[in-house]
């Protein structure tokens, strides 16, 4: 076997490629990948492996990795207001209600 030993000798392994892109639309994270393509930004080793664990569903590129805004609730909470017709309360307490009458007090969301 001649120049095996030389040739081992002079071997350099290739350098490792380490290749992580993320596919995004319109800020969204549509998708990992390995492979370069269309609409996709390069992201280091960690940053992959975190929206692997974490789920892609949550974040958003914005030139970096960013957690999407929480959506706020349109959940509506009742007021106490005048009406037409309501409520005399005891001791100005509005758990206590102690007659109808004209003009009084009720409990109404903001946009009644």
């Known amino acids: 076997m001649p120049g095996f030993f030389e040739?081992?000798?002079?071997?350099?392994?290739?350098?490792?490629?380490?290749?992580?892109?993320?596919?995004?639309?319109?800020?969204?994270?549509?998708?990992l990948?390995?492979?370069?393509?269309?609409n996709t930004v390069k992201v280091s080793e960690q940053d992959y492996k975190?929206?692997?664990?974490?789920?892609i569903d949550y974040y958003i590129y914005n030139g970096k990795i960013e957690k999407k805004p929480?959506?706020?609730?349109?959940?509506?909470?009742?007021?106490?207001?005048?009406?037409?017709d309501g409520y005399a309360l005891h001791k100005n307490d509005p758990f206590w209600?102690?007659?109808k009458q004209s003009q009084g007090v009720t409990w109404q969301t903001p946009s009644e």
């Open 33 to 38: 990948t390995r492979a370069e393509g269309e």
């Open 97 to 99: 209600p102690e007659s």
């Open 50 to 55: 975190f929206l692997l664990d974490n789920g």
């Open 7 to 31: 040739a081992r000798d002079n071997f350099k392994p290739a350098e490792r490629k380490d290749n992580f892109y993320i596919v995004v639309e319109d800020k969204n994270i549509v998708a």
């Open 70 to 84: 929480l959506k706020k609730t349109e959940r509506l909470f009742f007021v106490l207001s005048q009406g037409k």
